[in-house]
């Protein structure tokens, strides 16, 4: 096990060597009402790492755990993705992740297990050549829902632009 950590240890130090990495990601905190009811504190936690190959093309990782400290609902989450920016100039860069997104769902009766592929949008404000504000929007492509309890599928395919499918976060690039 020792010699595992090393290795991964030395890859980080070798891949970081470059100065093509970026870490960030972003983090949820809300206070949820319920009329006649407990208040919740729900949290989201979207660590993120990726290397950079050269100016147009990425690849990186986005982990996610969400839940909340009244026992209910959780979920983690994994998504791998490729990133492709087409426009670049000093101030901002945009960009598309094409990926696989994963997410398990468990607590308070809860079994379910999703699944997405597809493409966000997404837009970098370079805040400084080692700091960006990044922004994705909207997603393209195909999902579906597994109610492992029911034993039931729900499949969906298209283009979703709500206010749900807004993130932000921050990226420190080595």
């Known amino acids: 096990m020792k010699k595992f950590f090393v290795i991964m240890a030395m890859a980080v130090m070798a891949v970081s060597a470059n100065a093509q990495v970026f870490v960030g990601g972003g983090v949820g905190l809300a206070s949820i009402s319920h009329d006649g009811g407990d208040d919740v504190t729900a949290f989201k936690l979207l660590p993120e790492v990726g290397y950079n190959f050269n100016q147009d093309w990425a690849a990186g990782v986005k982990f996610g755990w969400m839940g909340s400290n009244k026992g209910g609902e959780k979920s983690f989450s994994i998504n791998p993705y490729a990133r492709y920016t087409f426009v670049h100039t000093d101030l901002v860069n945009v960009f598309i992740d094409g990926g696989v997104a994963f997410e398990h769902e468990y607590g308070k009766g809860r079994d ?35 109610d492992n309890n029911l034993k039931t599928k729900v499949n969906a395919w298209g283009v979703n632009l709500d206010g749900n499918q807004l993130e932000f976060g921050l990226y420190l690039n080595f």
């Open 112 to 146: 379910n297990d999703n699944i997405e592929v597809g493409f966000r949008p997404g837009v970098a404000l370079n805040l400084s050549k080692n700091l960006s504000f990044v922004s994705h929007f909207g997603f393209l492509g195909w999902r579906q829902e597994k």
